[in-house]
């Protein structure tokens, strides 16, 4: 049973830090696109990072470029999100998700749609 799970939120200031984790289970994503997306009350669901399947390309939103930083690690079967200087606009829920048909896709032009995503985990930056 294939299955992402996502760790790491929580709440924090505005101007701290979170490191989120997402394990995968089930089978291996090591070649495939993996990536974040975040989703607040009352909001879309809105994009915010991935990652090629070697780690070599990223892509992020305009909205955490410089602040969020994607990597992962295919020893592990886990991609991390490290969020740095969070803004409370940036309270939402956090979803990991991959993409099963970016088959060792070394280029980010845009952001995939994602075949599987876990449960989330809550950040929440308080003012």
């Known amino acids: 049973q294939v299955q992402l799970v996502e760790s790491g939120g929580g709440l924090v200031q505005a101007g701290g830090s979170l490191r989120l984790s997402c394990a995968a289970s089930?089978?291996?994503?090591?070649?495939?696109?993996m990536g974040w997306f975040r989703q607040a009350p009352g909001k879309e669901r809105e994009d915010v990072a991935s990652?090629?399947?070697?780690?070599?390309?990223?892509y992020y939103a305009d909205a955490v470029k410089g602040r969020f930083s994607i990597s992962r690690d295919n020893a592990k079967n886990t991609v991390y999100l490290q969020m740095n200087s969070l803004k409370p606009e940036d309270t939402a829920v956090y979803y990991c998700?991959?993409?099963?048909?970016?088959?060792?896709?070394?280029?980010?032009?845009?952001?995939?749609?994602?075949?599987?995503w876990g449960q989330g985990t809550q950040v929440t930056v308080s003012s």
């Open positions: 089930g089978r291996t994503f090591s070649s495939y696109v």
């Open positions: 998700g991959v993409d099963l048909s970016s088959y060792q896709r070394h280029s980010l032009r845009v952001f995939p749609d994602y075949d599987y």
């Open positions: 990652i090629t399947w070697n780690g070599y390309n990223t």
